[in-house]
Protein backbone atom coordinates (compact mmCIF):
# COMPACT_ATOMS: atom_id res chain seq x y z
CA UNK A 1 0.00 0.00 0.00
CA UNK A 2 1.22 3.42 -1.03
CA UNK A 3 2.80 5.80 1.98
CA UNK A 4 0.25 7.99 3.38
CA UNK A 5 0.48 11.43 2.38
CA UNK A 6 0.01 15.12 4.42
CA UNK A 7 -0.73 17.27 1.47
CA UNK A 8 -1.21 20.46 3.07
CA UNK A 9 -3.30 23.41 0.52
CA UNK A 10 -3.04 27.18 0.91
CA UNK A 11 -5.71 29.70 -0.94
CA UNK A 12 -7.23 33.41 0.28
CA UNK A 13 -10.31 31.93 1.55
CA UNK A 14 -13.33 29.00 0.69
CA UNK A 15 -16.06 31.37 -0.62
CA UNK A 16 -16.86 30.18 -3.66
CA UNK A 17 -15.19 29.78 -7.36
CA UNK A 18 -12.62 27.72 -9.51
CA UNK A 19 -9.74 27.90 -7.19
CA UNK A 20 -12.05 27.07 -4.33
CA UNK A 21 -13.66 24.14 -6.09
CA UNK A 22 -10.75 22.35 -7.38
CA UNK A 23 -9.16 23.07 -3.62
CA UNK A 24 -12.26 20.85 -2.28
CA UNK A 25 -11.53 18.60 -4.98
CA UNK A 26 -8.36 17.93 -4.23
CA UNK A 27 -9.02 17.04 -0.62
CA UNK A 28 -11.71 15.05 -1.03
CA UNK A 29 -9.84 12.43 -3.61
CA UNK A 30 -6.67 12.72 -1.11
CA UNK A 31 -8.78 11.54 1.58
CA UNK A 32 -11.11 9.19 -0.66
CA UNK A 33 -7.12 7.88 -1.63
CA UNK A 34 -6.65 7.30 2.48
CA UNK A 35 -4.21 10.14 2.06
CA UNK A 36 -4.59 13.37 4.82
CA UNK A 37 -5.52 16.37 3.77
CA UNK A 38 -5.00 19.94 5.16
CA UNK A 39 -6.11 23.36 3.93
CA UNK A 40 -5.42 27.45 5.41
CA UNK A 41 -7.47 29.48 4.21
CA UNK A 42 -9.45 32.22 5.94
CA UNK A 43 -12.48 29.82 6.29
CA UNK A 44 -15.80 30.58 4.28
CA UNK A 45 -18.76 28.64 3.31
CA UNK A 46 -17.06 25.58 1.80
CA UNK A 47 -15.35 24.98 4.79
CA UNK A 48 -18.39 23.08 5.99
CA UNK A 49 -18.04 20.84 3.07
CA UNK A 50 -14.54 20.30 3.07
CA UNK A 51 -14.70 19.17 7.01
CA UNK A 52 -17.39 16.76 6.36
CA UNK A 53 -15.46 15.35 3.28
CA UNK A 54 -12.47 14.38 6.03
CA UNK A 55 -10.35 17.23 5.74
CA UNK A 56 -9.05 19.84 8.09
CA UNK A 57 -8.99 23.45 8.12
CA UNK A 58 -6.79 26.10 9.40
CA UNK A 59 -7.88 29.25 9.87
CA UNK A 60 -5.42 31.60 8.83
CA UNK A 61 -5.79 35.05 6.96
CA UNK A 62 -2.75 34.17 4.35
CA UNK A 63 -4.86 35.88 1.57
CA UNK A 64 -5.18 39.08 3.31
CA UNK A 65 -3.71 41.92 1.37
CA UNK A 66 -1.20 43.79 4.41
CA UNK A 67 2.34 43.47 5.27
CA UNK A 68 0.62 42.14 8.45
CA UNK A 69 0.35 38.77 6.61
CA UNK A 70 3.55 37.54 6.34
CA UNK A 71 3.68 37.44 9.99
CA UNK A 72 1.73 33.93 9.42
CA UNK A 73 5.37 32.84 7.88
CA UNK A 74 6.08 31.66 11.44
CA UNK A 75 2.58 29.99 11.93
CA UNK A 76 2.78 27.49 8.58
CA UNK A 77 6.44 26.83 9.41
CA UNK A 78 5.33 25.27 12.54
CA UNK A 79 1.78 23.84 11.20
CA UNK A 80 4.25 21.97 8.74
CA UNK A 81 6.96 20.77 11.43
CA UNK A 82 4.16 19.80 13.14
CA UNK A 83 1.99 17.76 10.92
CA UNK A 84 4.77 16.57 8.85
CA UNK A 85 3.47 18.20 5.84
CA UNK A 86 4.92 15.99 2.73
CA UNK A 87 3.11 18.16 0.28
CA UNK A 88 3.51 22.02 0.01
CA UNK A 89 0.76 23.15 -2.47
CA UNK A 90 0.02 26.63 -3.16
CA UNK A 91 -2.83 27.77 -5.09
CA UNK A 92 -2.78 31.97 -5.19
CA UNK A 93 -0.46 34.72 -5.19
CA UNK A 94 0.03 36.31 -1.75
CA UNK A 95 -0.56 32.74 0.23
CA UNK A 96 1.90 31.63 -1.85
CA UNK A 97 4.79 34.24 -0.93
CA UNK A 98 4.10 33.45 2.61
CA UNK A 99 3.74 29.71 1.62
CA UNK A 100 7.15 30.13 0.20
CA UNK A 101 9.02 31.79 3.03
CA UNK A 102 7.25 29.46 5.17
CA UNK A 103 8.96 26.64 3.03
CA UNK A 104 12.31 28.34 2.26
CA UNK A 105 12.97 29.19 5.88
CA UNK A 106 12.65 24.71 6.93
CA UNK A 107 16.40 23.00 6.54
CA UNK A 108 16.05 21.43 3.00
CA UNK A 109 15.72 17.62 4.82
CA UNK A 110 12.56 18.64 6.60
CA UNK A 111 11.09 21.43 3.68
CA UNK A 112 8.00 18.99 1.83
CA UNK A 113 7.84 18.97 -2.11
CA UNK A 114 6.55 21.90 -3.12
CA UNK A 115 3.83 22.08 -5.59
CA UNK A 116 1.68 24.91 -7.38
CA UNK A 117 -0.87 25.66 -9.60
CA UNK A 118 -0.72 28.18 -12.18
CA UNK A 119 -4.70 28.76 -12.47
CA UNK A 120 -4.84 32.15 -14.25
CA UNK A 121 -3.14 34.55 -16.84
CA UNK A 122 -1.65 36.81 -14.03
CA UNK A 123 -0.38 40.03 -14.74
CA UNK A 124 3.33 39.17 -15.66
CA UNK A 125 6.51 40.70 -13.47
CA UNK A 126 7.65 39.34 -9.87
CA UNK A 127 4.98 39.40 -7.99
CA UNK A 128 2.81 36.77 -10.21
CA UNK A 129 6.71 35.07 -10.93
CA UNK A 130 6.16 32.77 -7.49
CA UNK A 131 3.76 30.80 -9.04
CA UNK A 132 6.23 29.90 -10.97
CA UNK A 133 8.51 28.63 -8.56
CA UNK A 134 7.44 24.94 -7.63
CA UNK A 135 9.13 21.78 -7.52
CA UNK A 136 6.54 20.93 -10.07
CA UNK A 137 3.89 23.60 -11.52
CA UNK A 138 0.55 22.78 -12.52
CA UNK A 139 -0.95 24.48 -15.63
CA UNK A 140 -4.87 24.12 -16.10
CA UNK A 141 -4.30 24.48 -19.94
CA UNK A 142 -2.79 24.70 -22.64
CA UNK A 143 -3.12 28.50 -22.62
CA UNK A 144 -1.33 28.86 -19.55
CA UNK A 145 1.65 26.75 -20.08
CA UNK A 146 2.38 28.87 -23.31
CA UNK A 147 1.11 32.33 -20.91
CA UNK A 148 3.88 30.68 -18.56
CA UNK A 149 7.09 30.15 -21.14
CA UNK A 150 6.13 33.48 -22.59
CA UNK A 151 6.15 35.16 -19.82
CA UNK A 152 8.43 33.22 -17.34
CA UNK A 153 11.22 31.80 -19.86
CA UNK A 154 13.12 31.01 -16.83
CA UNK A 155 11.10 28.27 -15.72
CA UNK A 156 12.30 24.72 -16.99
CA UNK A 157 9.67 23.57 -19.14
CA UNK A 158 9.86 20.18 -17.87
CA UNK A 159 8.53 21.58 -14.42
CA UNK A 160 5.69 22.06 -15.93
CA UNK A 161 2.67 19.49 -16.07
CA UNK A 162 -1.22 20.51 -17.58
CA UNK A 163 -3.52 19.08 -15.82
CA UNK A 164 -6.29 20.79 -17.09
CA UNK A 165 -9.70 21.06 -14.71
CA UNK A 166 -12.33 18.65 -15.03
CA UNK A 167 -16.11 18.19 -14.15
CA UNK A 168 -17.10 15.00 -12.00
CA UNK A 169 -19.35 13.19 -14.19
CA UNK A 170 -21.67 11.38 -11.71
CA UNK A 171 -22.80 15.14 -10.93
CA UNK A 172 -22.84 16.42 -14.32
CA UNK A 173 -24.11 13.65 -16.40
CA UNK A 174 -25.08 13.73 -20.07
CA UNK A 175 -29.17 14.81 -20.42
CA UNK A 176 -29.04 15.62 -16.90
CA UNK A 177 -32.34 17.44 -16.23
CA UNK A 178 -33.46 19.41 -12.54
CA UNK A 179 -36.18 18.00 -10.93
CA UNK A 180 -39.55 19.20 -11.84
CA UNK A 181 -40.04 20.79 -8.32
CA UNK A 182 -36.65 22.69 -8.83
CA UNK A 183 -38.16 23.66 -12.69
CA UNK A 184 -41.44 24.78 -10.81
CA UNK A 185 -39.97 26.97 -8.31
CA UNK A 186 -36.85 28.34 -10.99
CA UNK A 187 -40.48 29.14 -13.45
CA UNK A 188 -42.27 30.95 -10.57
CA UNK A 189 -39.64 33.05 -9.57
CA UNK A 190 -38.70 33.84 -13.32
CA UNK A 191 -42.37 33.16 -15.17
CA UNK A 192 -40.36 35.31 -18.12
CA UNK A 193 -38.18 32.32 -18.94
CA UNK A 194 -40.87 29.64 -19.48
CA UNK A 195 -41.42 29.93 -23.22
CA UNK A 196 -38.26 31.56 -24.26
CA UNK A 197 -35.07 30.59 -26.00
CA UNK A 198 -33.07 30.78 -22.49
CA UNK A 199 -29.34 32.35 -22.92
CA UNK A 200 -27.39 31.62 -19.65
CA UNK A 201 -24.23 33.69 -18.88
CA UNK A 202 -22.96 32.47 -15.48
CA UNK A 203 -19.74 33.69 -13.30
CA UNK A 204 -19.12 36.71 -10.97
CA UNK A 205 -20.25 40.00 -11.73
CA UNK A 206 -17.21 41.80 -13.09
CA UNK A 207 -16.81 43.58 -16.17
CA UNK A 208 -14.49 41.44 -17.50
CA UNK A 209 -17.08 38.60 -18.09
CA UNK A 210 -19.14 40.44 -21.13
CA UNK A 211 -22.46 41.28 -19.67
CA UNK A 212 -22.92 44.12 -21.96
CA UNK A 213 -22.23 42.30 -24.84
CA UNK A 214 -25.00 38.98 -23.68
CA UNK A 215 -27.50 42.23 -23.68
CA UNK A 216 -26.97 43.06 -27.17
CA UNK A 217 -27.39 39.70 -28.02
CA UNK A 218 -30.56 39.38 -26.54
CA UNK A 219 -31.55 42.63 -27.48
CA UNK A 220 -31.02 41.86 -31.40
CA UNK A 221 -32.52 38.69 -30.67
CA UNK A 222 -36.05 39.76 -29.62
CA UNK A 223 -35.55 42.54 -32.68
CA UNK A 224 -35.59 40.12 -35.02
CA UNK A 225 -38.79 38.26 -33.26
CA UNK A 226 -36.41 35.25 -31.49
CA UNK A 227 -38.40 35.26 -27.92
CA UNK A 228 -35.17 34.85 -26.16
CA UNK A 229 -34.67 36.06 -22.29
CA UNK A 230 -31.01 36.15 -20.30
CA UNK A 231 -30.00 34.52 -17.18
CA UNK A 232 -26.79 36.28 -15.19
CA UNK A 233 -25.92 33.72 -13.07
CA UNK A 234 -23.54 34.78 -10.40
CA UNK A 235 -22.61 37.02 -7.25
CA UNK A 236 -21.23 39.91 -6.73
CA UNK A 237 -18.39 41.13 -4.23
CA UNK A 238 -19.79 44.06 -1.82
CA UNK A 239 -17.31 46.39 -3.63
CA UNK A 240 -18.65 45.77 -7.03
CA UNK A 241 -21.98 47.20 -5.73
CA UNK A 242 -21.84 50.23 -8.07
CA UNK A 243 -21.05 47.85 -11.06
CA UNK A 244 -23.93 45.95 -10.13
CA UNK A 245 -26.36 49.08 -10.28
CA UNK A 246 -24.68 50.12 -13.51
CA UNK A 247 -25.26 46.67 -14.89
CA UNK A 248 -29.11 46.94 -13.89
CA UNK A 249 -29.20 50.63 -15.69
CA UNK A 250 -28.07 49.28 -19.06
CA UNK A 251 -30.66 46.30 -18.70
CA UNK A 252 -33.71 48.82 -17.98
CA UNK A 253 -32.07 51.50 -20.93
CA UNK A 254 -31.93 48.36 -23.49
CA UNK A 255 -35.53 48.01 -22.75
CA UNK A 256 -35.06 44.35 -21.55
CA UNK A 257 -35.82 44.59 -17.72
CA UNK A 258 -38.69 41.63 -18.06
CA UNK A 259 -36.24 39.52 -20.33
CA UNK A 260 -33.07 39.98 -18.74
CA UNK A 261 -32.10 38.42 -14.89
CA UNK A 262 -29.75 38.76 -12.57
CA UNK A 263 -29.70 36.17 -10.19
CA UNK A 264 -27.39 36.35 -7.87
CA UNK A 265 -24.66 33.71 -6.51
CA UNK A 266 -26.47 30.27 -7.03
CA UNK A 267 -25.77 27.37 -5.13
CA UNK A 268 -27.72 25.43 -7.89
CA UNK A 269 -25.71 26.60 -10.73
CA UNK A 270 -25.89 22.70 -12.20
CA UNK A 271 -29.64 22.88 -12.81
CA UNK A 272 -29.37 26.82 -13.82
CA UNK A 273 -27.24 25.32 -17.00
CA UNK A 274 -29.30 22.72 -17.09
CA UNK A 275 -32.02 24.46 -17.79
CA UNK A 276 -30.66 26.79 -19.76
CA UNK A 277 -30.74 27.00 -23.76
CA UNK A 278 -27.50 28.10 -24.33
CA UNK A 279 -24.93 28.39 -21.86
CA UNK A 280 -22.05 31.76 -23.14
CA UNK A 281 -18.76 32.47 -22.42
CA UNK A 282 -18.40 36.03 -23.28
CA UNK A 283 -14.72 37.16 -21.16
CA UNK A 284 -13.20 39.82 -22.77
CA UNK A 285 -10.20 38.33 -21.85
CA UNK A 286 -9.30 35.22 -22.21
CA UNK A 287 -10.35 32.78 -18.95
CA UNK A 288 -7.83 30.24 -18.06
CA UNK A 289 -10.01 27.15 -18.40
CA UNK A 290 -13.64 27.94 -17.63
CA UNK A 291 -15.25 25.41 -15.51
CA UNK A 292 -19.18 26.09 -16.16
CA UNK A 293 -18.70 25.77 -20.07
CA UNK A 294 -17.08 22.33 -19.65
CA UNK A 295 -20.32 21.53 -16.68
CA UNK A 296 -22.77 22.79 -19.49
CA UNK A 297 -20.86 20.23 -22.12
CA UNK A 298 -20.91 17.81 -20.14
CA UNK A 299 -24.97 17.55 -19.30
CA UNK A 300 -25.39 18.38 -23.01
CA UNK A 301 -25.91 22.05 -23.37
CA UNK A 302 -24.95 23.80 -26.02
CA UNK A 303 -21.61 26.05 -25.48
CA UNK A 304 -21.08 29.34 -27.30
CA UNK A 305 -17.73 31.22 -26.24
CA UNK A 306 -15.11 33.80 -27.63
CA UNK A 307 -12.83 31.88 -29.15
CA UNK A 308 -9.20 32.30 -27.09
CA UNK A 309 -8.22 30.96 -23.61
CA UNK A 310 -9.28 27.43 -22.04
CA UNK A 311 -12.28 28.07 -23.65
CA UNK A 312 -11.45 28.03 -27.18
CA UNK A 313 -9.65 24.56 -26.48
CA UNK A 314 -12.95 23.09 -25.33
CA UNK A 315 -14.37 24.27 -27.69
CA UNK A 316 -12.12 23.20 -30.23
CA UNK A 317 -12.08 19.36 -28.47
Not at 32 to 59: I, K, M, N, T, Y
Request: glycine share 10%.
Amino acid sequence: MPARLTVLQLLPALESGGVERGTLEIAQALVAAGHRALVVSAGGRLVPQLEAAGAEHVCLPVGRKSPLTFRHVYALRRLMRRENVDILHLRSRLPAWVGWYAWRGLPPRERPRLVTTVHGFYSPGRYSRIMTRGERVIAVSESVRDYILRHYPETPPERIRVIPRGVDPVRYPPGYRPPHDWLGAWYRRYPQLTDALVLTLPGRLTRLKGHADLIEIVRKLRAHGVPAAGVIAGGAHPRKRAYVQALERAIEEAGLAGYLVVTGHRDDLREVLAASDYVLSLTQVPESFGRTTLEALAMGRPVIGYAHGGVREQLEA
